[in-house]
C-alpha cells in the first residue's frame, strides 16, 4: 500500500516563504498539486525519474521541486508567496512509468497553505 503524507503547510504573509514536505520513497515521477476553493486541482511542480523537473508558469522562479532519496522524501520550496497561491497542496505519485494526474496515481491527503495580503 502507497502512502504519502504531506507536512509543513501554513499561514505566512504575502513574500513568505514555507517549505513543504512528503515521505515517499522510490524512483518514481512525482508532483505536487494544489486546489484552492471552488476551482479545479492543478500541477504545480513535477520532479521526473530521471530528476529533470517542470513548474506551472504561475510559480516558476518562485517554487522548487526536490527529492531527497536518502530521507525518502519529497520538497516543495515556496518563496514570494502571493495570496492566490493559497490552496490546500498535494503531494502524489505517478504509476509505474507515468506521471500523477488528477484522478491517476497515488496522493497525500493534502497540506493547507494559507497566504494572507
Known amino acids: 500500500q502507497v502512502q504519502l503524507r504531506e507536512s509543513g503547510g501554513g499561514s505566512v504573509q504575502s513574500g513568505g516563504s514555507l517549505r513543504l514536505s512528503c515521505a515517499a520513497s522510490g524512483n518514481y515521477c512525482m508532483g505536487w498539486f494544489r486546489q484552492a476553493p471552488g476551482k479545479e486541482r492543478e500541477g504545480v511542480a513535477t520532479?521526473?525519474?530521471?530528476?529533470?523537473?517542470s513548474y506551472a508558469d504561475s510559480v516558476k522562479g518562485r517554487f522548487t521541486i526536490s527529492q531527497d532519496n536518502a530521507k525518502n522524501t519529497l520538497y516543495l520550496q515556496m518563496n514570494s508567496l502571493r495570496p492566490e497561491d493559497t490552496a490546500m497542496y498535494y503531494c502524489?505519485?505517478?504509476?509505474?512509468?507515468?506521471?500523477?494526474?488528477?484522478?491517476?496515481?497515488?496522493w497525500g491527503q493534502g497540506t493547507q497553505v494559507t497566504v494572507s495580503s
Open positions: 502524489a505519485r505517478g504509476l509505474v512509468g507515468r506521471c500523477p494526474r488528477p484522478g491517476s496515481g497515488y
Open positions: 520532479i521526473y525519474s530521471d530528476g529533470s523537473t
